[in-house]
């Protein structure tokens, strides 16, 4: 069973990669900002306090997101390991991550941070748009669909842009990174699970890297 953190600011290139690794080695990628937006969503409580959280660029209680991936965890796909893409983001997410996969006897193999220049993620961030139907990620410049207006994955014209790419909630998001992620990378360093990765070479170039210390 591989279980796997990816770590990095917004517009690291998480949740591309883990699509790809998720694809590549049959384990289910968990990105709790996907979640969060499914709930907002759905118009569910959750959902209505997701909202303006994640539009003012800050993070939800710890208590909320590991409960989340608590039960998330506990699902049949998740059998063959995971790709955990947003989370943990503070270090009692860390440490109740750690609780719980003791409790069940498992264990992180690599935490991979995505190194990237700050100057390149509000140009990652603000030229990002998805599919609307299946959820295939694009970028204007550097993942532009096959063909313009249409889904590569599922042949949908429709696409969507994130209600929180823009600049002004970038910068608090960067800032929420800095000030409250970017502090559990010692912890992970200690552990001996810490792998630095390149996030600002190209993308195919990063999911070789990540599957080098996959593999290696
Ligand atoms: P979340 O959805 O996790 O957002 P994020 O961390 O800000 O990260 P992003 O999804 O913006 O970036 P990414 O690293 O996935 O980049 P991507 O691959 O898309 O969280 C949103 C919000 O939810 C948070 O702000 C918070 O409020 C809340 N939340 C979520 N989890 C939480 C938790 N655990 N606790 C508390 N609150 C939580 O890439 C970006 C773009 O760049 C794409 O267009 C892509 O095509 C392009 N790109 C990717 N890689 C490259 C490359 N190597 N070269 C060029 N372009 C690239
Ligand atoms: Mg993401």
Redesign the pocket.
């Known amino acids: 069973m591989r279980i796997l953190v990816l770590l990095?600011?917004?517009?690291?290139?998480?949740?591309?990669?883990a699509k790809r690794l998720e694809r590549a080695y049959g384990i289910v990628q968990l990105?709790?900002?996907?979640m969060?937006?499914a709930a907002v969503a759905s118009g569910s409580d959750l959902g209505r306090e997701?909202k303006d959280?994640?539009d003012a660029?800050?993070?939800?209680p710890?208590a909320i997101?590991t409960e989340i991936i608590s039960d998330r965890i506990e699902q049949p796909d998740c059998a063959n390991g995971f790709i955990l893409?947003?989370?943990?983001?503070?270090r009692a997410?860390a440490e109740a991550l750690d609780a719980l996969l003791d409790r069940k006897g498992l264990a992180l193999d690599k935490v991979v941070e995505?190194k990237v220049d700050e100057q390149a993620l509000v140009e990652?961030?603000s030229?990002?748009?998805a599919c609307a139907k299946c959820g295939a990620?694009?970028?204007d410049k550097?993942?532009p669909p096959k063909q313009a207006g249409i889904c590569d994955v599922c042949g949908s014209t429709e696409f969507i842009r994130?209600a929180?790419?823009n600049a002004e909630t970038v910068r608090a998001?960067l800032s929420?990174?800095r000030e409250q992620t970017a502090p559990i990378l010692p912890y992970y360093r200690d552990k001996g699970v810490l792998v630095e990765v390149d996030?600002?070479?190209?993308?195919d170039e990063?999911t070789r890297q990540i599957e080098h210390v996959l593999n290696g």
Not at 8 to 16: E, L, Q
Not at 57 to 60: A, E, Q, R, S
């Open positions: 990095g600011p917004p517009g690291a290139g998480k949740g591309t990669q990105s709790t900002g996907d969060l937006r997701a959280v994640m660029g800050k993070l939800m710890d997101m893409d947003g989370f943990p983001r503070t997410q995505l990652r961030v030229g990002r748009f990620g694009y970028h550097f993942q994130r929180d790419d998001r929420a990174y996030g600002m070479a190209d993308i990063v």
